[in-house]
């Protein structure tokens, strides 16, 4: 009886073992598939670098001929405002005529103006590119996030794998165990085997001759012998 339940607990284990191998492979492939998810997103997290770096560059650009043009703008509006007189009579003064004072006022407005659209302009520019910049951190952020998602689950998996790993050696341990269990009660079932032979001693089954080695019936069930 020992034996057998042996026999069913060995079966048992290795049933386990199979069951733990087989998930075990399951969350390899899984971890594959994240892996390929990661990759992907790792991609996009670049490109979307690489965008931020130009824009950078263009704002910084940009940037700077704001700054320039912008002080040009100032100095020219600070000079109109603080000598509009002056600056107007020194045009009449050196025009030759009306229509070239017209044409020479209407050139020194034109700049001013043309300054403005300018510095509009490139405010406008600035704008959009920040709004760009901003929707493009904004896209980096969220791919980020589903990127350490992603290496969660991967972390959560290899950590399965990890305890199914540990699980099946402690299986296998018991596996052995259970073997030189099995060994041990076959060699002493075959031990009893050989002391019933060598002793003549019933030990249940078939029924035994009385005598080791006489195997010669001299007289049948139900025979009457003359004497």
């Known amino acids: 009886q020992k034996y057998e339940d042996l026999e069913e607990k060995n079966k048992e284990l290795q049933q386990k073992i199979e069951a733990n191998k087989n998930n075990s492979s399951k969350q390899q492939e899984y971890i594959a598939d994240l892996n ?133 050696d402690q299986l296998t341990q018991e596996k052995q165990q259970i073997a030189r269990e099995m060994a041990a009660a076959a060699a002493e079932i075959q031990r009893l085997i050989n002391e019933s032979q060598s002793n003549g001693d019933y030990v249940g089954g078939g029924m035994r001759w009385p005598v080791p080695g006489y195997g010669n019936i001299s007289s049948y069930y139900g025979e009457v012998r003359n004497i």
Do not use: H, W
């Open 36 to 168: 390929e998810q990661i990759n992907v997103l790792q991609q996009k997290v670049d490109l979307c670098a690489k965008q931020l770096s130009d824009l950078d560059a263009q704002l910084a650009q940009m940037n700077a001929e704001y700054d320039e043009k912008y002080e040009l703008f100032k100095q020219r509006v600070r000079a109109n405002y603080m000598t509009p007189k002056q600056s107007m009579l020194n045009i009449l003064l050196t025009s030759g005529s009306i229509s070239e004072f017209l044409s020479s006022s209407e050139y020194f407005l034109r700049i001013t103006r043309s300054d403005k659209e300018l510095i509009d302009s490139l405010t406008e520019q600035l704008k959009q590119i920040e709004a760009s910049k901003e929707s493009l951190e904004a896209t980096r952020d969220q791919l980020a996030s589903e990127q350490e998602t992603l290496n969660t689950k991967k972390a959560e998996s290899q950590n399965i794998i990890a305890q199914l790993s540990a699980s099946n």
